[in-house]
């Protein structure tokens, strides 16, 4: 059973910086691709980064290219987003995902979701 658990999300002043955190619950973690997705009210579920297995590849939405960094750590079944420079057009509910194919998790089609946690970016 994969189980993942989002932390770190709160309120930030605007161009501050926020690092969330996900806990991978199963095994295999270090077989899966793992991602990160946003959902801000009334609006459409965006796929805001992905990171291969092994880290060797990363993907980033143009939205958050070179404000926001995911990484991994296999050691400890973790996987991070660091987030600088936040801006009100932030605002949103962050799940982690994940997923054998790192193209399905940039589809937003991953198999394994988290529930989520609540960033806020304040003006």
């Known amino acids: 059973q994969v189980q993942l658990v989002e932390s770190g999300g709160g309120l930030v002043q605007a161009g501050g910086p926020l690092r969330l955190s996900c806990a991978a619950s199963f095994r295999t973690f270090s077989t899966y691709s793992m991602g990160w997705s946003r959902q801000a009210p009334g609006k459409e579920r965006e796929v805001i980064a992905a990171?291969?297995?092994?880290?060797?590849?990363?993907y980033y939405a143009d939205s958050v290219n070179g404000r926001f960094t995911i990484s991994r750590d296999n050691a400890k079944n973790m996987v991070y987003l660091q987030m600088n420079s936040l801006e009100p057009e932030d605002t949103a509910n962050y799940y982690c995902?994940?997923?054998?194919?790192?193209?399905?998790?940039?589809?937003?089609?991953?198999?394994?979701w988290g529930q989520g946690t609540q960033v806020t970016v304040s003006s």
């Open positions: 995902t994940a997923d054998y194919n790192i193209v399905l998790l940039t589809r937003n089609s991953g198999a394994y």
């Open positions: 990171i291969t297995w092994r880290g060797s590849n990363t």
